[in-house]
């Protein structure tokens, strides 16, 4: 790819503001990656006054140590570099404690109920999208850019309001990440990079003369160094640790384990126990620190419910179900599936049956499938539906 005037062309249309770049500020997220980094070259190429704002969000000393997780010590020095090469003003705003608040925090208590959280969504929800477009705007900003692979466009009514769509680059689509984003929220954003691939977005990077081109992208959760979740919400929630009893659907009690902290909905692997055939965690339950598994057949699953539910369609949800694409991990494609109000929430049947769906997981709702397809919104699952041989295993008293 060559950065030239028809690519700063597309870049100003997938900006999409009036008048004249050179006097619409746009302040830019940079995270110290590559992304963030060439969302900000890109802008400034293409005449915008760009400022850079990176948070500092937990103690950068420890984490830096690692490549694989994001927002390091290193990263914001990194940003400092980029924002340096570009000519760009940036700021580093000291968001720790609302960090460990929001999402370092939630994320403990999360696994603490049994849950598998998803602090990105959260941290989106909370410090990037809210707190820091609150500093973009005072900063007399025309819109916050990040680096996220997701789209973004005006209506074609008259409302002024824009959609989120998933990205031209399906295997880079980060959509699923954004459901939480609310309607005041998605005017206000844009995303530079929602029709390039992440080969691209490199090139463009080494074109722009970055020291980051080259740089690994984030694995980890950022505040978790070495993926090591279990010792983060061991220091942070100790009662996680305490031991239990791991019980098959039937009700046979198999053996113990030493924290419900240490298994997810769908875990096959390091379970300490086994039979003749595999078993999968089918459910946690957090009260009585059980841990429940079963056959593959146990996770099967076609109906969930779904609380802090976003919903940006175009009309109310209603007790008539409505045809949608569900997408109930990050890692997968959406299915066809409808959505309804309940008595007991918002209810989401799927159209056929999936294995793994996890309470705390995020099940994000789309008008279609494929690329350029509309985000409608999304909730955090809250329950399974439980097969009659899991409620025997959660009726065992003693």
């Not at 295997?171 to 954003?189: E, P």
């Not at 030493?258 to 039979?275: H, P, S, W």
């Not at 076609?302 to 919903?311: D, G, K, P, Q």
Request: net charge neutral; aromatic share 6%; charged share 25%.
């Amino acid at each position: 790819m060559i950065l030239n005037d028809d690519l700063l062309g597309r870049i100003r249309a997938a900006i999409d503001l009036p008048g004249e770049p050179a006097s619409t500020r746009l302040v830019c997220a940079m995270s110290g990656g590559v992304d963030s980094s060439v969302a900000a070259g890109l802008a400034k190429r293409a005449g915008y006054d760009v400022v850079g704002i990176t948070l500092q969000l937990y103690d950068h000393g420890r984490a830096g140590r690692t490549s694989r997780s994001c927002c390091a010590g290193q990263d914001i020095h990194d940003a400092r570099r980029v924002a340096a090469k570009l000519g760009i003003p940036h700021y580093v705003l000291d968001f720790e404690s609302r960090f460990r608040e929001a999402v370092i925090d939630d994320f403990a208590d999360s696994y603490l109920r049994g849950e598998t959280p998803v602090p990105c969504i959260r941290c989106n929800q909370t410090v990037k999208f809210a707190d820091l477009m609150m500093r973009a705007r005072e900063l007399g900003a025309a819109a916050l850019l990040t680096g996220h692979y997701v789209g973004s466009r005006a209506r074609a009514d008259a409302s002024g309001h824009r959609d989120l769509m998933s990205a031209a680059d399906l295997s880079r689509d980060q959509s699923y990440f954004l459901f939480a984003t609310t309607q005041a929220q998605i005017d206000f954003l844009r995303f530079p990079l929602a029709f390039l691939t992440k080969a691209e977005t490199r090139r463009l990077a080494s074109e722009l003369g970055l020291a980051v081109a080259d740089k690994p992208d984030s694995q980890d959760i950022c505040f978790v160094p070495e993926g090591r979740y279990a010792d983060v919400i061991a220091r942070l929630r100790p009662e996680a640790m305490e031991p239990g009893e791991i019980v098959h659907v039937d009700g046979r009690r198999l053996g113990r384990h030493a924290g419900i902290l240490n298994y997810t909905v769908g875990q096959r692997r390091g379970l300490g126990v086994a039979e003749g055939a595999p078993l999968y965690v089918t459910g946690i339950d957090a009260p009585r620190r059980r841990v429940i598994v079963g056959p593959r057949e146990a996770l099967a699953e076609r109906e969930m419910f779904l609380n802090e539910v976003n919903w940006l369609g175009d009309r109310p949800l209603a007790s008539q179900p409505l045809p949608v694409y569900a997408r109930i991990r990050s890692t997968r494609a959406p299915v066809a599936a409808e959505v309804a109000l309940a008595e007991q929430g918002i209810k989401v049947r799927l159209n056929e049956e999936e294995f793994g769906v996890s309470p705390g997981q995020a099940c994000v709702l789309y008008e279609r499938p494929g690329a350029g397809a509309r985000l409608l919104g999304g909730g955090f699952i809250a329950a399974r539906r439980k097969p009659a041989l899991q409620e025997a295993a959660l009726a065992v008293t003693y």
